[in-house]
Every structure is written in C-alpha cells, then in structure tokens.
T-cell receptor, first 114, second 110 residues
Framework: NAGVTQTPKFQVLKTGQSMTLQCAQD?????MSWYRQDPGMGLRLIHY???????DQGEVPNGYNVSRSTTEDFPLRLLSAAPSQTSVYFC?????????????FGPGTRLTVL | DAKTTQPTSMDCAEGRAANLPCNHS???????VYWYRQIHSQGPQYIIH???NNETNEMASLIITEDRKSSTLILPHATLRDTAVYYC???????????FGAGTTVTVRA
C-alpha cells in the first residue's frame, strides 16, 4: 500500500491564481480530511469527508473548496489564492467505526502564495 | 477552548525514558486520549490511544490517571529519532476530527 499520497510536494502561486492540491489513499478509508499548518503552530482542520459525496467544513474552511467523488480521492481547491494561505497542507484518512481510528497522514504540500 | 495542556518543550537524554505529561481536566466519559507526533515537518504519526486503562504498544506506553484528568506518554528508551513535536489530543468516540494544540517539542540529546 502507498498509504496517503499528496501532490505536488511544493508549489508557488501568485495572488489570485487557482490550483488543486491532490490527495489519494489506497486503504479504502471512508474518512478523509485536510489540515493546514502554519509555522510554529499545530494543525487546523479545513474540510473533511465521511464518504463519497459527503463533505463538511472544519475550523478554517474559508477560501477552500473540496469534493469527494470517489473513496480514494479528496482534492482541495484554492479558487483565488491569497498570501494568508501560505502554509503546509496535510491530508489524512482513517476508517470509520470502532475504537481504533488511527489517522494516517500524507507527507504534506508546501504552498507559498506571493 | 483547548482541551489539553502540555509543556512547551522538554529535553531527554538518549537511552533514558521520556515522560510526557498532558492535562485534560475537562475530559468526558466517552472521550479518548490520543497521542501523535510530528518529526520535522513530516505528516503527524499516530503513537497510541486509550480510554481509561493503561496501554502499551511497540512505540510507547500510555498511563491515564484514575480520574482521567491527566495522562503520561512514556517513550521507554528515547533515541535521537524520537526528537519531534508530540501532540496529546482528546477525541470522542465517533468524532474523527483531531484538534491539535501546540504540542510538546521533545529534543533527545546524545
């Protein structure tokens, strides 16, 4: 299993540009989520999904869109990038149900908005 | 509101046990204590979790006080590769959202 994969690893955007951060997992996990991490801080939840066709907002959703058309993929879209969105973005996944809901994180995408 | 309180940083000697405290005085009966760590900007890595009993796995041990208001993560023989930020997270059953605080920066020194 590749686990959770994220592309690209690094990205530089200009203010106002749009882009999509890709996240995929091959563990058949129902739950997927996106976090951002600013320097020296903990991770903050942007959006999450409990299955294909179902998404919901987290703590800091403004400026980001998500969709979940398949179990495997959970892309994060920035429609009009702003310097405040400069951050490291992590995708995570886990199965639903039970007590052992370990979440698996991807390696991150480092985004700079100029 | 922060659900957990952790020290900002701590040092540990290589080969010794590292004891990481966490206070979660407002924890409710159906909430679990989870520990994750993040090594130098990598994605967070799950370590261990527990409800009220002490837990042990190949990475660490988790000691939860009887009143469940605090816990301690124990790395039995710290190595340089254990240098990381360690996050203590309280999470209810069926709630998959993780709330990360600032964590404890653990530096293992040779």
């Amino acid at each position: 299993n590749a686990g959770v994969t994220q592309t690209p690893k690094f990205q530089v955007l200009k203010t106002g540009q749009s882009m999509t951060l890709q996240c995929a997992q091959d563990m058949n996990h129902e739950y997927m989520s996106w976090y951002r991490q600013d320097p020296g801080m903990g991770l903050r939840l942007i959006h999450y999904s409990v299955g294909a066709g179902i998404t919901d907002q987290g703590e800091v959703p403004n400026g980001y869109n998500v969709s979940r058309s398949t179990t495997e993929d959970f892309p994060l879209r920035l429609l009009s990038a702003a310097p405040s969105q400069t951050s490291v973005y992590f995708c995570a996944s886990s199965p639903l149900g039970g007590n052992d809901n370990e979440q698996f994180f991807g390696p991150g995408t480092r985004l700079t908005v100029l | 509101d922060a659900k957990t309180t952790q020290p900002t940083s701590m040092d540990c000697a290589e080969g010794r046990a590292a004891n990481l405290p966490c206070n979660h005085s407002t924890i409710s009966g159906n909430e679990y204590v989870y520990w994750y760590r993040q090594i130098h900007s990598q994605g967070p890595q799950y370590i261990i979790h527990g409800l009220k009993n002490n837990e042990t796995n190949e990475m660490a041990s988790l000691i939860i006080t009887e009143d469940r208001k605090s816990s301690t993560l124990i790395l039995p023989h710290a190595t340089l590769r254990d240098t990381a930020v360690y996050y203590c997270i309280v999470r209810g059953r069926g709630d998959y959202k993780l709330s990360f605080g600032a964590g404890t920066t653990v530096t293992v020194r040779a």
